[in-house]
């Protein structure tokens, strides 16, 4: 997402005028950056939804700032897909018709309300492959148990583990964190790596994490490297560390991605 990108894409929105607008928390928060800072209006459309990537309050006002409406926050998984979705008084339902959801405690115990815990799935639309009481990975902070918009579904105050980040380059593009973990997940999914964590260490320096499983070859390396090298530039120096396992974050969250350029 180049700055020309950006501009491409707010001149398609001015023009099309959608009614909902639907991107990666990251990718919002850089368009809404770009146009304040350039001084360029944005079309308003009646519902605009975040999702993919954890959405703090800066993002969240620099949206609803540049948009001039309210976002709506979501929260989905690649496992099993819709989880919650924010309502108008910006609690998140938890779609418990469809995965049924816990925030239990590090002993395994429901979490009072205002406490945070982890995110425990069960599926119940899943005949292919079971996932019951799944943890997923991801923390949430427990709601009350009744919202005033009227809604009936479980609530979470926030979702708070959700922690990918995307990668800023030199010129001011962005790359997504969902960029490296499709480009990887590939390689995981076949057994060449168990895990991994893409580090930018410095705008064209990337650290590749990796627990090497069967067969990682030359080639596979390569071409994750010439990928990587269209999307973040060709100068880029990507180093490769294999190691035993891939250290957790204090809460116990295991990132597919961080950047140090931007912290
Ligand atoms: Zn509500």
Redesign the pocket.
């Known amino acids: 997402m180049t700055p020309g990108d950006i501009e491409k894409y707010i001149h398609t929105i001015n023009i099309y005028k959608p009614d909902l607008i639907r991107g990666y928390a990251g990718s919002l928060y850089e368009i809404c950056r770009y146009a304040e800072k350039n001084n360029l209006d944005i079309y308003s459309p009646k519902v605009i939804v975040s999702a993919a990537e954890t959405l703090d309050d800066e993002m969240r006002d620099q949206i609803e700032r540049v948009f001039g409406q309210k976002l709506y926050d979501f929260y989905g998984s690649r496992e099993v897909s819709n989880l919650a979705g ?6 998140m ?1 938890s779609f418990a018709f469809w995965n049924y959801q816990e925030l239990l405690d590090g002993h395994n115990h429901p979490v009072k309300q205002g406490e945070e815990g982890k995110v425990v799935v069960t599926n119940l639309f899943n005949y292919s492959m079971p996932l019951i009481r799944y943890e997923i990975g991801d923390m949430a902070v427990l709601g009350p148990e009744h ?5 009936v ?1 479980p ?1 979470f105050e926030k979702i708070t583990g959700r922690i990918t980040d995307h990668f800023m380059l030199k010129n001011g593009a962005t790359v997504p964190a969902e960029f490296f973990i499709h480009l990887l997940g590939v390689v995981c999914n076949t057994g060449e790596i168990k895990q991994f964590q893409v580090i930018q260490e410095d705008y064209d320096k990337i650290k590749i994490l990796a627990v090497v499983g069967a067969g990682l070859t030359d080639e596979y390396r390569k071409d994750v490297e010439s990928k990587i090298k269209v999307a973040v530039g060709s100068d880029c120096e990507i180093t490769w560390d294999f190691v035993d396992s891939i250290p957790k974050t204090a809460t116990g969250k295991y990132l597919y991605t961080r950047s140090l350029v931007r912290k």
Do not use: A, F, P, R
């Open positions: 924010e309502c108008e008084d910006g609690l339902h919202c005033s918009c009227g809604n579904l609530t």
